[in-house]
């Protein structure tokens, strides 16, 4: 079992940027793909971007091509979200999750932290 512990949300202007992370609780965390997700009040968890367990592909929703960038250090069992260029719309709950694939179908049955809330004032 893999237990995941998301930090590093806050209330930030737009414009500014953020630098999540998730801290996973074992060796289990390098042979999963990663992803971080979020959810806006009243609208469905949505995939942001994920990153296989090697770090060599990745994958970003159209809305934060750009702005975003996922990456790991298996190492130090952590997830990161670097965020930049920030808008209202990514006002959000962001979770973090294991998964068997890049799509998130393949997180469905996954590993899921408690979530982190980002606020972004327009």
């Known amino acids: 079992q893999v237990q995941l512990v998301e930090s590093g949300g806050g209330l930030v202007q737009a414009g500014g940027s953020l630098r999540l992370s998730c801290a996973a609780s074992g060796r289990a965390f390098r042979t999963y793909t990663m992803g971080w997700f979020r959810q806006a009040p009243g609208k469905e968890r949505d995939l942001v971007a994920s990153?296989?367990?090697?770090?060599?592909?990745?994958y970003y929703a159209d809305s934060v091509k750009g702005r975003f960038t996922i990456s790991r250090d298996n190492a130090k069992y952590t997830l990161y979200l670097q965020m930049n260029s920030l808008k209202p719309e990514d006002t959000a709950v962001y979770y973090c999750?294991?998964?068997?694939?890049?799509?998130?179908?393949?997180?469905?049955?996954?590993?899921w932290g408690q979530g982190t809330q980002v606020t972004v004032s327009s």
């Open positions: 990153i296989t367990y090697r770090g060599d592909s990745t």
């Open positions: 999750a294991s998964g068997f694939g890049l799509d998130p179908v393949n997180f469905r049955d996954g590993y």
